[in-house]
Each structure stands twice: as C-alpha cells, then as structure tokens.
C-alpha cells in the first residue's frame, strides 16, 4: 500500500490505536441544552468509527457549568451526563474505535448570557474586543474549584468508558489563559512566570492522574502561537511548556495555534466567510462584526500543514511522547512524510471529517490521496450560528436550526 506509514498502529499510554488518523476535537452543536448528547451526535461518531478514524477525539465537553462556552455543547460537569457519554463511547467501541474525551473550560471565553454571570479568567480588567466581555479575575478558591472540576469530569470519563482524556490547553481558553502572558498578569503563584503560569496546567494533571487509571492516555493540545494583539504562547514558550509536560509523563501532545476571536482564523486558516459569521451574531455586534471579519477576509489564506513547522520545534523536547499535528493536512504524500520524517507520530484532522467521514477508509482502499475539503470555513461558521455542523461547502442554511 502506498501510504502504509498512515495504517500502523500507535500506543498512546495503555491503548493501541489502529493507524494514525486522529479526529481532532470538533464541537458540533449536537448537544442538548442540558449538555446531554443526542442520537444525532452519537450518530456523527460511530460514523467516523464506521470510516476507520483511528482516534477519535469529539468534540469540547465542559466540566464545569461556568466554563461552558456555546449552547449547544455537550457537558461533562455533572454526574446526569454520564449515560448519554457511555452511549457515545459504546458506539465508537462497537465500531472498533478509540475515543478520547476532550475537558475544556471556557474561562473567560463565554459570555453572562451563557454561563449567568460574569466569566472568569486568569485575570480581569480588558475588556474581549468582540465578546465585550471584562472578566473577573479568579480568586484562590476559584482556581481551586477548577482544577477539581477537571478532575472531576476526569473520572465521570473513566465511568463512561472513555479511552482517554485531552486536556483542551489551546484556542484561548481558560488553561490557554494560564499559560498565556498576554491573559494572564497575576503576580502570585498562579502568574509572573513561565512556572507559575503553568502552574495551574501541572495542578490539573496531577488532580486527572489521580482520577484515572494507570496507563490511560492524557493527552493535551496546546497552542504553539497565540497570535494575540500583544505577546502570549509564543514557539519558544510552548516548547518550555511541551518539555515540562513531557517529564510530567503525558501521553501525546497535539499542537494548535490560535485563541478565539483575536486570532481564530490562525486556527483555521482558510476562506473568511464574512456574511455567514456576521449572521450568527446578534443584531446590536453585527456592525462590529462585519468591520472585524471584513478586515480579516483575505489575510489567512489556506497553506498546507500550517503547524507542521511548529511540531518540528516542539518534537525534538517532547522524547518519546507522541505528537499529533492538526491544522491544513489535506494531502496523503504530506502526512506520509510528517510521519517518516519524524516531526508527527499521528495526523489530526477537524474539517476534511466533516466534509468526508469517510476520508480514511477511501485513503487505505486507493480511491483518494487528498480531502476534498476546501477549507471555505462555513462549518466554523455553523458553530457561531447555532447550526449543527455539517459540510455546508456549497449552501449555507438560511436560517438556524
Ligand atoms: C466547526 C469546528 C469546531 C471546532 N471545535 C473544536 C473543539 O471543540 N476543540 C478543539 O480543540 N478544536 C476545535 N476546532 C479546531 C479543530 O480541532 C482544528 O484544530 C482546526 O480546525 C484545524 O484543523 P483542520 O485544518 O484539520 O480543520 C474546531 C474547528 C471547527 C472547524
């Protein structure tokens, strides 16, 4: 087989996946409103399963009612969730997949309507240029109450028969806050220096270590570059992160780029569909909304494996820990070379499965080398308008759900 280095298998801690396709987190507006997952979602996963997607790694579950950051994100902040969670992992199962569980707390990346008060973060003051949001910076117990949460939605992963967990450190949310000198500009523990911004990340760990079994996978995405207005997690200081969470002994490591609405077209890098996003906002930020988007369009065209030169920094401190790379790999020759050139132990991808949830299967039998996803970004665009997301590459629904 042509691009046989794609279908050995990787050991991620105690677990073997098949080959090394990874389903990059996703979040797919299939949730309840109660955070309970739906047939629907189910559906979307056994799907991939089905399509022979190694890892598959579901969309951001919030573990903690506070870090919710969309309506219709599926939760892991309560026990109630665990039935409809054990659902999902049954049906990857059942189709000879692996599913790891993505926590994530939004921080001060949400919204009052969302969460019901004012949103933390690391620390308060600025006010989010789109969000309008000014966030309350976190107190001690805050922070603590935290990293329980995590813990917390660690072990209701572990009675959901999860694979495995991934710590969401990447795209601006509440860990992307800690590390970030840019978010973060607390002169205690929890801030002021590369150690202490860590801190919080490294106190996560340890709480997610003590809630899982031995050998289960904890993965973790983290940023490579912020692209925020001033600096944050910059190539060199996600390396200093990549090798502490390297000696902390994780199990893989994906690297992003991005943090929300400053830089989140760095994430996804591809067309800007202006008028789909400034649909999904209300009325009162569609001014702004447009001004901003429309500044953007046309500066984030698609290049190809965009963090490919971030992973060929962070690979030689990480030792023997796996790294996923994600963002832009489209091309079957690419990947394959990621692989034997040793700068990627697995291939993540997030739009090409929405496109194809079938793109692996058709890859092993020969009938493609390439997705035929062209990164027109109105998926992303369904997220920020309440639509479940699908391939909406050729029409875009009028209006939402
Ligand atoms: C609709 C949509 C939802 C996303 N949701 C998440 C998410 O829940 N968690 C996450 O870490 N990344 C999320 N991402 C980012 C992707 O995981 C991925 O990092 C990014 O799309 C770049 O990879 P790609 O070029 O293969 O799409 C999302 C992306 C899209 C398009």
Same mark, same amino acid.
């Given at each position: 087989m042509m691009f046989s280095a794609l279908f050995a298998p990787m050991d991620l801690g105690s677990v073997r996946i098949g080959n090394r396709f990874v389903h990059s987190a996703t979040y797919e507006?299939? $949730?309840?409103?109660? !955070?309970?997952v739906t047939d629907r979602l189910i559906g979307r996963y056994r799907t991939l399963a089905r399509g022979e997607v190694g890892l598959i790694i579901p969309g951001y579950l919030y573990?903690?009612?506070?870090?919710?950051?969309y309506r219709h994100e599926t939760g892991i902040h309560d026990d109630r969730m665990i039935p409809g969670l054990t659902r999902l992992a049954g049906a990857v199962h059942e189709e000879g997949g692996k599913i790891v569980f993505q926590l994530a707390h939004a921080g001060r990346q949400t919204t009052k309507a969302m969460i019901g008060r004012t949103p933390l973060g690391p620390s308060g003051g600025d006010r989010d240029p789109f969000y309008f949001v000014k966030p309350r910076g976190m107190d001690g117990g805050q922070i603590q109450e935290a990293i329980r949460a995590f813990g917390a939605a660690a072990r209701r992963a572990v009675e $959901?028969?999860?694979? !495995?967990?991934?710590?969401?450190?990447?795209?601006?949310?509440?860990?992307?806050?800690?590390l970030s000198p840019f978010f973060n500009r607390r002169k205690d523990e929890w801030g002021g220096s590369d150690e202490n911004r860590f801190r919080f990340l490294g106190e996560i760990l340890s709480e997610v270590k003590r809630e899982t079994p031995q050998g289960m996978p904890i993965l973790v995405k983290l940023n490579t570059h912020d692209h925020t207005p001033r600096e944050g997690i910059t190539p060199s200081l996600a390396a200093t992160y990549a090798g502490r969470l390297s000696k902390l002994g994780i199990h893989g490591l994906e690297v992003s780029c991005g943090s929300g609405w400053y830089s989140f077209?760095?994430?996804c890098r591809g067309e800007v569909p202006v008028k789909e996003l400034v649909t999904g906002l209300p009325l009162w930020k569609k001014p702004v909304g447009r001004l901003m988007l429309g500044r953007m369009a046309g500066k984030y065209g698609f290049e190809g494996g965009y963090n490919i030169e971030a992973a060929k920094r962070i690979k030689p401190v990480l030792g023997d820990t796996p790294l996923f790379v994600v963002g832009g790999m489209r091309k079957a020759a690419e990947m394959k070379k990621a692989l034997e050139e040793r700068y990627a132990d697995g291939i993540a991808m997030s739009r090409p499965f929405i496109r194809e949830p079938f793109l692996v299967r058709r890859i092993r039998e020969g009938k493609t080398d390439a997705s035929a996803c062209v990164s027109c970004n109105r998926c992303l665009a369904a997220a920020a308008n309440d639509i479940p997301v699908q391939c909406y590459c050729r029409e875009f629904p009028a209006s939402a759900r």
């Open positions: 507006v299939m $949730a309840l409103e109660t !955070g309970e573990v903690h009612s506070l870090g919710r950051a $959901a028969g999860a694979d !495995g967990i991934q710590l969401h450190a990447a795209h601006g949310y509440l860990i992307n806050q800690f077209m760095n994430m």
